[in-house]
Protein backbone atom coordinates (compact mmCIF):
# COMPACT_ATOMS: atom_id res chain seq x y z
CA UNK A 1 0.00 0.00 0.00
CA UNK A 2 3.01 2.52 1.07
CA UNK A 3 4.09 1.73 -2.69
CA UNK A 4 0.52 3.55 -3.99
CA UNK A 5 0.93 6.54 -1.93
CA UNK A 6 4.54 7.10 -3.16
CA UNK A 7 3.92 6.53 -7.20
CA UNK A 8 0.56 8.79 -6.42
CA UNK A 9 2.96 11.34 -4.52
CA UNK A 10 -0.70 11.40 -2.44
CA UNK A 11 -2.39 9.87 0.81
CA UNK A 12 -6.10 8.92 -0.13
CA UNK A 13 -8.90 6.80 1.60
CA UNK A 14 -8.47 2.90 -0.78
CA UNK A 15 -10.57 0.34 -0.17
CA UNK A 16 -8.97 -2.93 -1.45
CA UNK A 17 -9.86 -6.18 -3.10
CA UNK A 18 -8.31 -9.93 -3.69
CA UNK A 19 -8.64 -11.34 -7.06
CA UNK A 20 -11.93 -13.30 -5.98
CA UNK A 21 -13.20 -9.54 -5.67
CA UNK A 22 -13.95 -10.21 -2.15
CA UNK A 23 -12.34 -7.23 0.18
CA UNK A 24 -9.19 -6.89 2.30
CA UNK A 25 -9.49 -5.98 5.84
CA UNK A 26 -5.78 -6.45 6.18
CA UNK A 27 -4.28 -3.67 3.93
CA UNK A 28 -0.80 -3.72 4.36
CA UNK A 29 -0.03 -5.67 1.30
CA UNK A 30 -2.19 -7.01 -1.50
CA UNK A 31 -2.06 -10.38 -3.59
CA UNK A 32 -1.02 -10.37 -7.28
CA UNK A 33 -4.19 -10.26 -9.14
CA UNK A 34 -5.40 -8.18 -6.73
CA UNK A 35 -6.28 -4.45 -6.67
CA UNK A 36 -7.61 -0.96 -5.12
CA UNK A 37 -10.09 1.62 -6.05
CA UNK A 38 -9.71 5.28 -4.62
CA UNK A 39 -11.90 7.47 -2.69
CA UNK A 40 -12.32 11.28 -2.97
CA UNK A 41 -15.79 11.99 -1.27
CA UNK A 42 -13.83 13.87 1.52
CA UNK A 43 -12.27 16.42 -1.21
CA UNK A 44 -14.25 18.69 -2.78
CA UNK A 45 -13.83 19.50 -6.38
CA UNK A 46 -11.97 16.52 -6.70
CA UNK A 47 -12.24 13.74 -9.30
CA UNK A 48 -10.36 9.62 -8.87
CA UNK A 49 -7.59 9.70 -10.99
CA UNK A 50 -7.69 7.34 -13.08
CA UNK A 51 -11.72 7.04 -14.16
CA UNK A 52 -11.69 3.94 -12.54
CA UNK A 53 -11.00 4.75 -9.95
CA UNK A 54 -8.33 1.58 -9.80
CA UNK A 55 -4.57 0.31 -9.93
CA UNK A 56 -3.67 -3.31 -10.11
CA UNK A 57 -0.88 -5.36 -8.34
CA UNK A 58 0.92 -6.83 -11.37
CA UNK A 59 2.96 -9.83 -11.57
CA UNK A 60 6.31 -8.09 -11.17
CA UNK A 61 4.77 -6.57 -7.62
CA UNK A 62 4.55 -3.46 -8.86
CA UNK A 63 1.26 -1.22 -9.15
CA UNK A 64 -0.09 -0.89 -12.75
CA UNK A 65 -1.03 3.01 -12.05
CA UNK A 66 -1.05 5.48 -9.34
CA UNK A 67 -4.38 6.92 -7.61
CA UNK A 68 -5.15 10.51 -7.02
CA UNK A 69 -8.11 12.81 -6.27
CA UNK A 70 -7.06 15.84 -8.71
CA UNK A 71 -8.79 18.70 -9.99
CA UNK A 72 -10.21 18.16 -13.71
CA UNK A 73 -9.16 20.26 -16.78
CA UNK A 74 -11.92 21.36 -19.24
CA UNK A 75 -11.10 20.31 -23.04
CA UNK A 76 -13.28 23.29 -24.50
CA UNK A 77 -10.66 25.99 -24.34
CA UNK A 78 -7.78 24.29 -25.98
CA UNK A 79 -8.88 20.50 -27.38
CA UNK A 80 -12.54 21.76 -28.88
CA UNK A 81 -12.07 25.46 -30.18
CA UNK A 82 -10.08 28.13 -31.64
CA UNK A 83 -9.74 31.31 -32.04
CA UNK A 84 -10.39 33.24 -35.67
CA UNK A 85 -8.62 36.83 -35.99
CA UNK A 86 -9.67 39.27 -38.27
CA UNK A 87 -8.43 42.81 -38.13
CA UNK A 88 -8.22 42.48 -34.51
CA UNK A 89 -11.41 41.31 -34.13
CA UNK A 90 -11.03 37.75 -31.83
CA UNK A 91 -14.00 35.14 -32.51
CA UNK A 92 -13.73 31.58 -31.04
CA UNK A 93 -14.89 28.74 -33.38
CA UNK A 94 -15.80 24.86 -32.87
CA UNK A 95 -12.50 23.19 -33.67
CA UNK A 96 -11.33 19.37 -33.60
CA UNK A 97 -8.08 19.98 -32.13
CA UNK A 98 -5.46 17.72 -33.00
CA UNK A 99 -3.90 16.60 -29.76
CA UNK A 100 -1.66 14.17 -28.12
CA UNK A 101 -2.55 13.69 -24.41
CA UNK A 102 -0.77 11.69 -21.91
CA UNK A 103 -1.58 11.13 -18.07
CA UNK A 104 0.12 11.32 -14.60
CA UNK A 105 1.46 7.80 -15.47
CA UNK A 106 2.54 8.80 -18.82
CA UNK A 107 -0.21 6.93 -20.34
CA UNK A 108 -2.52 7.96 -23.66
CA UNK A 109 -5.63 9.66 -22.50
CA UNK A 110 -8.30 8.84 -25.51
CA UNK A 111 -11.43 10.65 -23.19
CA UNK A 112 -10.48 14.20 -23.61
CA UNK A 113 -13.70 14.96 -21.47
CA UNK A 114 -11.40 13.27 -18.10
CA UNK A 115 -8.30 15.30 -18.42
CA UNK A 116 -6.74 15.56 -14.90
CA UNK A 117 -4.00 17.39 -13.18
CA UNK A 118 -0.39 15.95 -14.28
CA UNK A 119 -1.74 15.33 -18.01
CA UNK A 120 0.34 16.95 -20.36
CA UNK A 121 -0.96 17.88 -24.04
CA UNK A 122 0.96 18.24 -27.49
CA UNK A 123 -1.38 20.43 -29.29
CA UNK A 124 -0.96 20.65 -33.32
CA UNK A 125 1.22 18.43 -35.53
CA UNK A 126 4.36 19.12 -34.23
CA UNK A 127 6.11 19.60 -37.54
CA UNK A 128 3.62 21.96 -39.25
CA UNK A 129 1.57 23.56 -36.36
CA UNK A 130 -1.19 22.68 -37.95
CA UNK A 131 -4.91 22.30 -35.44
CA UNK A 132 -6.89 21.57 -37.70
CA UNK A 133 -10.10 23.74 -39.46
CA UNK A 134 -13.35 25.08 -38.42
CA UNK A 135 -16.92 24.36 -40.29
CA UNK A 136 -15.96 27.43 -42.66
CA UNK A 137 -13.20 26.00 -43.75
CA UNK A 138 -10.80 28.72 -41.82
CA UNK A 139 -6.65 26.46 -40.90
CA UNK A 140 -6.14 26.93 -37.20
CA UNK A 141 -2.49 26.66 -36.15
CA UNK A 142 -0.56 26.60 -33.12
CA UNK A 143 2.96 28.47 -32.04
CA UNK A 144 5.89 26.59 -30.67
CA UNK A 145 4.84 28.51 -27.15
CA UNK A 146 1.32 27.15 -26.77
CA UNK A 147 2.81 23.24 -28.39
CA UNK A 148 2.78 21.63 -24.68
CA UNK A 149 -0.50 22.57 -22.32
CA UNK A 150 -0.03 21.17 -18.50
CA UNK A 151 -3.18 20.46 -16.76
CA UNK A 152 -2.52 21.77 -13.25
CA UNK A 153 -3.57 21.35 -9.52
CA UNK A 154 -5.90 24.16 -9.62
CA UNK A 155 -8.01 22.86 -13.21
CA UNK A 156 -6.23 25.27 -15.55
CA UNK A 157 -4.51 24.80 -18.44
CA UNK A 158 -0.60 26.32 -18.50
CA UNK A 159 2.13 26.42 -20.55
CA UNK A 160 5.98 25.10 -20.08
CA UNK A 161 7.09 28.21 -20.25
CA UNK A 162 4.85 30.34 -17.85
CA UNK A 163 2.77 29.89 -14.81
CA UNK A 164 0.03 32.26 -15.88
CA UNK A 165 -3.19 30.51 -17.02
CA UNK A 166 -3.91 29.45 -20.13
CA UNK A 167 -7.39 31.75 -20.59
CA UNK A 168 -7.94 31.68 -24.49
CA UNK A 169 -8.02 28.72 -27.43
CA UNK A 170 -4.30 28.87 -28.57
CA UNK A 171 -4.77 27.71 -32.12
CA UNK A 172 -5.06 30.60 -34.20
CA UNK A 173 -6.46 30.88 -37.42
CA UNK A 174 -5.39 34.86 -39.14
CA UNK A 175 -6.67 34.81 -42.78
CA UNK A 176 -5.87 37.66 -45.52
CA UNK A 177 -8.15 39.69 -47.68
CA UNK A 178 -8.40 37.78 -51.07
CA UNK A 179 -6.23 38.64 -53.13
CA UNK A 180 -6.97 38.71 -56.98
CA UNK A 181 -6.52 40.74 -60.30
CA UNK A 182 -8.80 43.60 -58.87
CA UNK A 183 -6.75 44.49 -56.18
CA UNK A 184 -3.17 44.51 -58.32
CA UNK A 185 -3.44 47.86 -60.56
CA UNK A 186 -2.93 47.13 -64.21
CA UNK A 187 -2.40 42.92 -63.85
CA UNK A 188 -4.10 40.70 -66.06
CA UNK A 189 -3.59 37.76 -64.07
CA UNK A 190 -3.22 36.91 -60.33
CA UNK A 191 -2.45 33.34 -59.40
CA UNK A 192 -2.84 31.48 -55.85
CA UNK A 193 -2.76 28.47 -54.38
CA UNK A 194 -2.39 26.85 -50.93
CA UNK A 195 0.37 24.71 -49.80
CA UNK A 196 -0.94 20.84 -51.76
CA UNK A 197 -0.70 23.71 -55.22
CA UNK A 198 -4.40 24.07 -54.67
CA UNK A 199 -6.42 26.85 -56.07
CA UNK A 200 -6.79 28.75 -53.01
CA UNK A 201 -10.19 28.44 -51.49
CA UNK A 202 -12.03 32.23 -51.10
CA UNK A 203 -13.65 32.06 -47.62
CA UNK A 204 -16.43 35.30 -47.27
CA UNK A 205 -13.83 37.41 -48.90
CA UNK A 206 -10.79 35.99 -47.08
CA UNK A 207 -8.18 33.55 -47.83
CA UNK A 208 -5.90 31.22 -45.03
CA UNK A 209 -3.01 31.55 -43.87
CA UNK A 210 0.36 30.68 -46.41
CA UNK A 211 -1.79 30.72 -49.26
CA UNK A 212 0.84 31.86 -51.73
CA UNK A 213 -0.67 34.58 -54.39
CA UNK A 214 1.73 34.82 -57.49
CA UNK A 215 1.41 38.14 -60.27
CA UNK A 216 1.78 36.19 -63.09
CA UNK A 217 1.11 38.78 -65.88
CA UNK A 218 0.71 42.84 -66.45
CA UNK A 219 -1.07 44.95 -68.86
CA UNK A 220 1.11 45.34 -72.08
CA UNK A 221 2.20 48.72 -70.84
CA UNK A 222 3.65 47.56 -67.49
CA UNK A 223 5.79 44.47 -66.32
CA UNK A 224 5.79 42.65 -63.22
CA UNK A 225 7.66 43.82 -60.49
CA UNK A 226 9.98 41.90 -57.92
CA UNK A 227 8.90 40.11 -56.13
CA UNK A 228 6.29 38.96 -58.22
CA UNK A 229 5.19 36.81 -55.24
CA UNK A 230 3.35 37.35 -51.84
CA UNK A 231 2.23 35.05 -48.95
CA UNK A 232 -0.65 35.11 -46.33
CA UNK A 233 1.09 35.18 -42.90
CA UNK A 234 -1.02 36.68 -39.74
CA UNK A 235 -3.53 38.21 -41.37
CA UNK A 236 -1.66 40.08 -44.19
CA UNK A 237 0.58 39.60 -47.31
CA UNK A 238 4.27 39.57 -46.63
CA UNK A 239 4.98 41.76 -49.88
CA UNK A 240 2.69 44.08 -52.10
CA UNK A 241 2.58 43.05 -56.12
CA UNK A 242 2.97 45.57 -58.07
CA UNK A 243 2.29 46.22 -61.96
CA UNK A 244 5.07 49.28 -63.05
CA UNK A 245 5.27 51.17 -66.00
CA UNK A 246 7.73 49.95 -68.64
CA UNK A 247 8.18 53.49 -70.27
CA UNK A 248 10.81 54.00 -66.96
CA UNK A 249 14.44 53.11 -68.25
CA UNK A 250 17.83 52.47 -66.96
CA UNK A 251 20.83 52.90 -67.98
CA UNK A 252 23.86 50.77 -68.46
CA UNK A 253 26.08 52.97 -66.34
CA UNK A 254 24.17 52.58 -63.07
CA UNK A 255 23.96 48.84 -63.34
CA UNK A 256 24.88 48.04 -59.98
CA UNK A 257 28.06 46.45 -58.94
CA UNK A 258 28.02 42.76 -57.26
CA UNK A 259 31.14 41.95 -55.16
CA UNK A 260 31.34 38.05 -55.63
CA UNK A 261 29.34 38.32 -58.56
CA UNK A 262 28.57 38.70 -62.23
CA UNK A 263 25.64 40.48 -63.56
CA UNK A 264 24.40 39.69 -67.31
CA UNK A 265 21.52 41.91 -68.47
CA UNK A 266 21.56 40.67 -71.90
CA UNK A 267 18.96 39.60 -73.73
CA UNK A 268 16.76 42.70 -72.61
CA UNK A 269 14.66 44.61 -75.01
CA UNK A 270 16.70 48.23 -74.96
CA UNK A 271 15.44 51.75 -75.42
CA UNK A 272 18.43 53.35 -77.41
CA UNK A 273 21.17 52.93 -75.25
CA UNK A 274 18.75 52.43 -71.87
CA UNK A 275 16.98 49.31 -70.98
CA UNK A 276 13.78 49.01 -70.82
CA UNK A 277 11.27 48.88 -67.31
CA UNK A 278 11.23 45.39 -66.47
CA UNK A 279 14.36 44.33 -68.07
CA UNK A 280 16.03 41.78 -65.10
CA UNK A 281 19.78 40.82 -65.04
CA UNK A 282 20.94 37.39 -64.47
CA UNK A 283 23.00 37.26 -60.74
CA UNK A 284 25.63 34.38 -60.84
CA UNK A 285 27.68 34.42 -58.09
CA UNK A 286 30.98 32.97 -57.42
CA UNK A 287 31.37 29.59 -55.80
CA UNK A 288 30.70 29.54 -52.23
CA UNK A 289 28.33 32.84 -52.57
CA UNK A 290 24.40 32.91 -52.71
CA UNK A 291 22.55 35.23 -54.76
CA UNK A 292 19.89 37.62 -52.32
CA UNK A 293 17.39 39.62 -54.64
CA UNK A 294 16.80 40.26 -58.03
CA UNK A 295 18.41 43.02 -60.19
CA UNK A 296 15.38 44.66 -62.39
CA UNK A 297 14.82 47.86 -63.57
CA UNK A 298 11.99 49.40 -61.85
CA UNK A 299 10.12 52.49 -61.77
CA UNK A 300 11.54 55.03 -59.08
CA UNK A 301 8.63 55.88 -56.69
CA UNK A 302 9.84 59.53 -56.19
CA UNK A 303 10.32 60.52 -59.92
CA UNK A 304 7.41 59.00 -62.75
CA UNK A 305 9.57 57.59 -66.13
CA UNK A 306 13.01 57.31 -64.63
CA UNK A 307 14.24 53.90 -63.27
CA UNK A 308 16.62 52.11 -61.31
CA UNK A 309 18.28 49.12 -60.02
CA UNK A 310 17.07 47.32 -57.73
CA UNK A 311 19.50 46.06 -55.57
CA UNK A 312 20.91 42.53 -54.93
CA UNK A 313 23.89 40.65 -53.59
CA UNK A 314 25.88 37.67 -53.22
CA UNK A 315 26.40 36.31 -49.56
CA UNK A 316 28.90 33.99 -47.95
CA UNK A 317 27.10 30.21 -48.24
CA UNK A 318 28.27 29.29 -44.97
CA UNK A 319 24.71 27.51 -44.29
CA UNK A 320 24.99 24.03 -42.88
CA UNK A 321 22.67 20.58 -44.37
CA UNK A 322 19.89 20.25 -41.73
CA UNK A 323 19.78 16.74 -43.60
CA UNK A 324 23.59 16.23 -42.32
CA UNK A 325 22.83 16.38 -38.70
CA UNK A 326 25.36 14.56 -36.92
CA UNK A 327 24.03 11.76 -35.05
CA UNK A 328 24.52 11.59 -31.41
CA UNK A 329 25.26 8.02 -29.36
CA UNK A 330 22.16 7.33 -26.97
CA UNK A 331 20.68 10.90 -28.15
CA UNK A 332 19.36 12.78 -30.79
CA UNK A 333 20.19 16.52 -32.32
CA UNK A 334 17.23 19.41 -32.13
CA UNK A 335 17.20 22.69 -33.31
CA UNK A 336 15.08 25.12 -32.29
CA UNK A 337 11.44 25.58 -34.50
CA UNK A 338 10.52 29.24 -34.77
CA UNK A 339 8.18 30.59 -32.42
CA UNK A 340 6.36 31.62 -35.87
CA UNK A 341 3.33 29.29 -35.97
CA UNK A 342 3.65 29.12 -40.10
CA UNK A 343 6.69 26.96 -40.42
CA UNK A 344 8.12 25.92 -43.25
CA UNK A 345 10.49 23.24 -43.84
CA UNK A 346 14.51 24.46 -44.61
CA UNK A 347 16.94 22.30 -45.93
CA UNK A 348 19.71 24.83 -44.80
CA UNK A 349 20.30 26.23 -41.70
CA UNK A 350 21.94 29.66 -41.10
CA UNK A 351 25.63 29.75 -39.96
CA UNK A 352 25.30 30.50 -36.12
CA UNK A 353 22.69 28.35 -36.15
CA UNK A 354 22.64 26.79 -32.58
CA UNK A 355 20.73 22.59 -31.62
CA UNK A 356 20.34 20.90 -28.43
CA UNK A 357 21.08 17.58 -28.18
CA UNK A 358 18.62 15.47 -26.42
CA UNK A 359 19.95 12.28 -24.92
CA UNK A 360 17.67 8.94 -24.94
CA UNK A 361 15.55 8.34 -21.27
CA UNK A 362 18.17 7.15 -18.85
CA UNK A 363 21.04 9.67 -20.66
CA UNK A 364 22.26 13.06 -20.18
CA UNK A 365 23.88 15.49 -21.68
CA UNK A 366 28.02 15.65 -20.71
CA UNK A 367 28.41 19.04 -20.09
CA UNK A 368 25.25 21.35 -19.61
CA UNK A 369 26.71 24.59 -19.40
CA UNK A 370 28.58 23.87 -23.26
CA UNK A 371 26.59 21.26 -24.88
CA UNK A 372 25.60 22.02 -28.46
CA UNK A 373 25.27 21.30 -32.22
CA UNK A 374 26.42 24.54 -33.78
CA UNK A 375 26.99 25.56 -37.29
CA UNK A 376 29.75 27.39 -38.28
CA UNK A 377 31.15 27.64 -41.94
CA UNK A 378 28.98 25.06 -43.92
CA UNK A 379 30.06 22.73 -41.01
CA UNK A 380 28.01 21.02 -38.09
CA UNK A 381 30.30 21.21 -34.85
CA UNK A 382 29.74 18.98 -31.83
CA UNK A 383 30.43 20.02 -28.21
CA UNK A 384 29.09 17.30 -25.55
CA UNK A 385 27.65 14.13 -25.30
CA UNK A 386 24.68 11.72 -23.95
CA UNK A 387 26.04 10.33 -21.03
CA UNK A 388 24.16 7.32 -18.54
CA UNK A 389 22.99 9.44 -16.18
CA UNK A 390 25.35 10.15 -12.86
CA UNK A 391 24.34 8.72 -9.45
CA UNK A 392 24.15 11.00 -6.36
CA UNK A 393 26.89 9.15 -3.73
CA UNK A 394 25.11 10.91 -1.24
CA UNK A 395 21.75 8.87 -1.66
CA UNK A 396 23.02 5.28 -2.36
CA UNK A 397 21.55 2.54 -1.15
CA UNK A 398 21.64 1.46 2.46
CA UNK A 399 23.01 -1.98 3.69
CA UNK A 400 22.07 -2.95 7.12
CA UNK A 401 25.31 -3.49 9.56
CA UNK A 402 27.40 -1.76 6.59
CA UNK A 403 28.12 0.75 4.57
CA UNK A 404 28.88 1.97 1.07
CA UNK A 405 31.73 3.86 -0.14
CA UNK A 406 31.92 5.90 -2.76
CA UNK A 407 35.86 7.56 -3.25
CA UNK A 408 35.01 11.02 -3.85
CA UNK A 409 35.91 12.93 -6.88
CA UNK A 410 34.76 10.54 -9.59
CA UNK A 411 31.22 10.80 -11.27
CA UNK A 412 29.01 7.67 -11.01
CA UNK A 413 27.30 6.44 -13.79
CA UNK A 414 25.86 3.14 -15.51
CA UNK A 415 27.97 0.39 -14.56
CA UNK A 416 30.45 2.20 -11.90
CA UNK A 417 30.20 0.73 -8.25
CA UNK A 418 30.96 1.48 -4.64
CA UNK A 419 32.54 -1.00 -2.33
CA UNK A 420 30.38 -2.04 0.28
CA UNK A 421 32.18 -2.28 3.78
CA UNK A 422 30.54 -4.38 6.92
CA UNK A 423 30.58 -3.15 10.25
CA UNK A 424 33.60 -4.70 12.54
CA UNK A 425 32.12 -8.31 13.44
CA UNK A 426 30.22 -8.81 10.30
CA UNK A 427 31.30 -10.38 7.11
CA UNK A 428 29.99 -10.57 3.53
CA UNK A 429 28.08 -14.01 3.16
CA UNK A 430 28.08 -13.42 -0.77
CA UNK A 431 30.54 -12.11 -3.31
CA UNK A 432 28.03 -9.17 -3.99
CA UNK A 433 30.37 -6.72 -2.33
CA UNK A 434 29.23 -3.52 -3.69
CA UNK A 435 26.80 -1.42 -5.19
CA UNK A 436 26.02 -0.43 -8.96
CA UNK A 437 24.63 2.94 -10.41
CA UNK A 438 22.20 1.66 -12.99
CA UNK A 439 20.11 3.14 -15.63
CA UNK A 440 17.85 6.86 -14.86
CA UNK A 441 20.88 7.42 -12.74
CA UNK A 442 19.41 5.25 -9.90
CA UNK A 443 21.43 3.00 -7.95
CA UNK A 444 20.60 -0.58 -8.15
CA UNK A 445 19.42 -2.61 -5.04
CA UNK A 446 22.17 -3.49 -2.76
CA UNK A 447 22.40 -7.25 -3.00
CA UNK A 448 25.52 -7.61 -0.58
CA UNK A 449 24.37 -8.70 3.07
CA UNK A 450 26.58 -7.99 6.05
CA UNK A 451 26.42 -10.96 8.77
CA UNK A 452 27.60 -12.09 11.88
CA UNK A 453 27.96 -15.19 12.64
CA UNK A 454 26.96 -17.28 16.45
CA UNK A 455 29.22 -17.84 18.66
CA UNK A 456 28.48 -19.97 21.95
CA UNK A 457 28.00 -18.66 24.86
CA UNK A 458 29.70 -20.47 28.29
CA UNK A 459 28.09 -23.56 29.57
CA UNK A 460 26.01 -23.19 31.92
CA UNK A 461 26.50 -25.35 35.90
CA UNK A 462 25.67 -28.74 35.33
CA UNK A 463 21.85 -29.80 36.39
CA UNK A 464 20.68 -32.10 39.28
CA UNK A 465 21.47 -35.45 39.20
CA UNK A 466 18.93 -37.84 37.67
CA UNK A 467 19.52 -40.75 40.57
CA UNK A 468 21.19 -40.30 43.91
CA UNK A 469 23.06 -43.17 43.03
CA UNK A 470 23.12 -46.31 40.56
CA UNK A 471 24.73 -44.14 37.87
CA UNK A 472 22.47 -41.17 37.15
CA UNK A 473 22.80 -38.60 34.30
CA UNK A 474 23.42 -34.82 34.70
CA UNK A 475 22.88 -31.92 31.71
CA UNK A 476 24.07 -28.72 31.01
CA UNK A 477 23.54 -26.15 28.42
CA UNK A 478 24.82 -23.29 26.36
CA UNK A 479 23.56 -20.57 24.25
CA UNK A 480 24.52 -19.32 21.18
CA UNK A 481 24.77 -15.34 21.82
CA UNK A 482 28.21 -14.51 22.16
CA UNK A 483 27.47 -12.77 19.66
CA UNK A 484 23.85 -14.27 18.43
CA UNK A 485 23.82 -14.72 14.68
CA UNK A 486 22.69 -12.08 12.84
CA UNK A 487 21.31 -11.16 9.42
CA UNK A 488 21.54 -14.45 8.09
CA UNK A 489 24.52 -15.18 9.34
CA UNK A 490 25.47 -18.98 10.30
CA UNK A 491 24.34 -20.40 13.51
CA UNK A 492 26.81 -21.86 16.20
CA UNK A 493 28.25 -25.43 14.99
CA UNK A 494 27.88 -28.28 17.93
CA UNK A 495 25.68 -29.20 20.41
CA UNK A 496 23.74 -26.66 22.84
CA UNK A 497 23.50 -29.49 25.37
CA UNK A 498 25.60 -31.92 26.63
CA UNK A 499 25.31 -35.00 29.55
CA UNK A 500 27.28 -36.83 31.97
CA UNK A 501 27.37 -39.93 34.57
CA UNK A 502 26.89 -39.20 37.63
CA UNK A 503 26.48 -40.86 40.99
CA UNK A 504 27.81 -43.59 39.65
CA UNK A 505 28.25 -46.15 43.41
CA UNK A 506 25.53 -48.21 43.53
CA UNK A 507 22.35 -48.29 45.48
CA UNK A 508 22.00 -50.67 48.77
CA UNK A 509 19.97 -53.29 48.11
CA UNK A 510 18.63 -55.53 51.06
CA UNK A 511 17.81 -59.53 50.03
CA UNK A 512 14.48 -60.09 49.12
CA UNK A 513 12.30 -62.78 48.24
CA UNK A 514 11.36 -64.04 44.51
CA UNK A 515 8.08 -64.61 44.27
CA UNK A 516 6.88 -68.82 45.04
CA UNK A 517 6.75 -70.87 42.17
CA UNK A 518 4.23 -73.46 41.45
CA UNK A 519 3.39 -76.23 43.34
CA UNK A 520 4.61 -79.46 42.82
CA UNK A 521 2.01 -82.56 41.41
CA UNK A 522 1.32 -84.80 44.34
CA UNK A 523 4.00 -87.51 45.26
CA UNK A 524 3.99 -90.21 47.35
CA UNK A 525 7.31 -91.15 46.16
CA UNK A 526 6.93 -94.70 43.98
CA UNK A 527 3.20 -94.99 45.04
CA UNK A 528 0.28 -93.44 43.29
CA UNK A 529 -2.88 -94.07 45.45
CA UNK A 530 -4.05 -92.58 48.68
CA UNK A 531 -2.37 -89.84 51.13
CA UNK A 532 0.92 -87.33 49.48
CA UNK A 533 2.67 -84.47 49.44
CA UNK A 534 3.42 -81.47 47.17
CA UNK A 535 5.34 -78.29 47.81
CA UNK A 536 6.64 -75.17 45.91
CA UNK A 537 9.99 -73.21 46.07
CA UNK A 538 11.05 -69.43 45.76
CA UNK A 539 14.36 -67.88 45.80
CA UNK A 540 16.29 -65.12 47.85
CA UNK A 541 17.70 -62.37 46.01
CA UNK A 542 20.95 -61.58 48.05
CA UNK A 543 21.77 -58.10 49.29
CA UNK A 544 23.80 -55.55 47.48
CA UNK A 545 25.82 -52.46 48.16
CA UNK A 546 25.40 -52.91 52.14
CA UNK A 547 22.22 -53.94 52.13
CA UNK A 548 20.62 -56.81 53.80
CA UNK A 549 22.67 -60.14 53.08
CA UNK A 550 19.84 -63.22 53.64
CA UNK A 551 16.67 -63.10 53.35
CA UNK A 552 14.57 -64.81 56.98
CA UNK A 553 11.53 -67.53 56.02
CA UNK A 554 11.97 -71.42 54.22
CA UNK A 555 12.48 -71.27 51.01
CA UNK A 556 10.26 -74.31 50.54
CA UNK A 557 6.44 -74.73 51.72
CA UNK A 558 5.11 -78.44 51.53
CA UNK A 559 1.82 -79.52 51.91
CA UNK A 560 -0.30 -83.12 51.79
CA UNK A 561 -2.70 -84.17 49.29
CA UNK A 562 -4.26 -86.72 48.05
CA UNK A 563 -3.19 -88.78 45.13
CA UNK A 564 -6.57 -89.51 43.72
CA UNK A 565 -7.43 -92.60 44.17
CA UNK A 566 -7.45 -95.21 47.90
CA UNK A 567 -4.98 -97.55 47.86
CA UNK A 568 -5.66 -101.42 46.57
CA UNK A 569 -4.72 -103.44 49.83
CA UNK A 570 -5.20 -107.46 49.72
CA UNK A 571 -8.45 -107.50 47.69
CA UNK A 572 -8.36 -109.94 45.11
CA UNK A 573 -10.45 -107.99 42.97
CA UNK A 574 -9.26 -104.76 43.89
CA UNK A 575 -6.32 -103.99 40.99
CA UNK A 576 -8.42 -105.27 37.77
CA UNK A 577 -5.58 -103.14 35.53
CA UNK A 578 -5.35 -100.14 37.87
CA UNK A 579 -2.92 -101.43 40.48
CA UNK A 580 0.24 -99.52 40.89
CA UNK A 581 3.68 -100.01 42.65
CA UNK A 582 2.80 -101.64 45.87
CA UNK A 583 -0.80 -102.27 45.43
CA UNK A 584 -2.05 -105.84 45.39
CA UNK A 585 -3.37 -108.53 45.63
CA UNK A 586 -2.57 -109.00 41.95
CA UNK A 587 -3.18 -112.10 39.96
CA UNK A 588 -1.46 -111.05 36.98
CA UNK A 589 0.15 -108.79 35.31
CA UNK A 590 -2.05 -107.08 33.08
CA UNK A 591 -3.65 -106.29 36.49
CA UNK A 592 -0.60 -103.32 37.36
CA UNK A 593 -0.37 -100.04 36.06
CA UNK A 594 2.83 -98.58 35.44
CA UNK A 595 3.70 -95.14 36.60
CA UNK A 596 5.53 -92.85 33.18
CA UNK A 597 7.04 -91.18 36.16
CA UNK A 598 8.50 -93.33 38.10
CA UNK A 599 8.61 -96.40 35.28
CA UNK A 600 7.77 -98.66 38.08
CA UNK A 601 4.88 -101.03 38.48
CA UNK A 602 3.48 -102.99 35.85
CA UNK A 603 4.16 -106.01 37.11
CA UNK A 604 2.28 -108.72 39.41
CA UNK A 605 4.83 -110.05 42.04
CA UNK A 606 4.63 -113.34 43.73
CA UNK A 607 3.83 -113.22 48.29
CA UNK A 608 5.99 -109.15 48.14
CA UNK A 609 3.32 -107.06 49.32
CA UNK A 610 4.94 -106.62 52.79
CA UNK A 611 8.65 -106.65 51.47
CA UNK A 612 7.36 -103.22 49.23
CA UNK A 613 5.79 -101.48 52.04
CA UNK A 614 2.90 -99.60 51.14
CA UNK A 615 2.32 -97.46 54.12
CA UNK A 616 -1.52 -98.64 55.50
CA UNK A 617 -1.51 -101.66 53.60
CA UNK A 618 -3.26 -104.41 55.12
CA UNK A 619 -2.09 -107.20 53.42
CA UNK A 620 -1.28 -111.02 54.28
CA UNK A 621 2.03 -111.63 54.73
CA UNK A 622 4.34 -114.84 55.12
CA UNK A 623 5.71 -115.50 58.37
CA UNK A 624 7.03 -118.96 57.96
CA UNK A 625 8.44 -120.08 54.71
CA UNK A 626 6.84 -123.59 55.19
CA UNK A 627 3.61 -121.64 54.09
CA UNK A 628 5.12 -119.98 51.45
CA UNK A 629 2.64 -118.81 49.09
CA UNK A 630 -0.19 -117.60 51.21
CA UNK A 631 0.68 -114.29 51.05
CA UNK A 632 -0.81 -111.71 49.17
CA UNK A 633 0.86 -110.31 45.83
CA UNK A 634 1.40 -107.05 44.52
CA UNK A 635 2.57 -104.94 41.80
CA UNK A 636 6.29 -104.18 41.36
Not at 299 to 304: E, K, L, W
Not at 409 to 432: A, Q
Not at 496 to 506: A, G, I, K, P, Y
Not at 554 to 579: A, H, I, L, P, W
Request: hydrophobic content about 25%; some cysteine; proline content about 3%.
Amino acid sequence: IEDIIAISEQTNTLTCFDTNNDPLESQSRIPIGGYCLVSCEDKPEKVPYPEDKRTTCKSNSEWSNGLRCSAKCSPSMVLEKGLLEINGEKDPKSVAVAAECTDFDGLRITNFNYITAGSNCQIGNKETNLCGSDDDGFVYRNSEEFRSLSCTDDGTWQTDLSAVAVTEPVCKAMPCSTLQEANVASSVEVSCTNNDADDALIINGLMNEEVVCKLESCKETHFVQEPSETRCEFGSWSNTLTCSPTSATCTSADQPKIPNGVLDCSGNEMDGGNYLGGSKCRLTCNSGYLSNGAVQCQNARASQGVGVWSQASCIKDERCDKDRLPSIINGRVECKKSANRLQHRATYVDAGTVCKIICSPSYEISDAADTSVTCKAKQWEVAGSCLTQKCDTGNVPTVAFGSVKCPGGIVYREGDTCDVVCDNGYRHKNNNRDVACGDFGSWTAATSQCVRDGNWGKWEEWGDCSKSCGRGKQKRSRTCDNPKPENGGDTCSGDSTEEQDCNTECCPVNAKWENWGSWSICSRGLFTCGNGERNRRRTCRKGVCGGIVSCSGKSVEEKGCFMGRNCCTGDDTCCKGNCGYGEGDCNYHSDCKKNPLTGRGGTCGVSNCAGLGLPGGKFETVHDISIWGSADDCCY
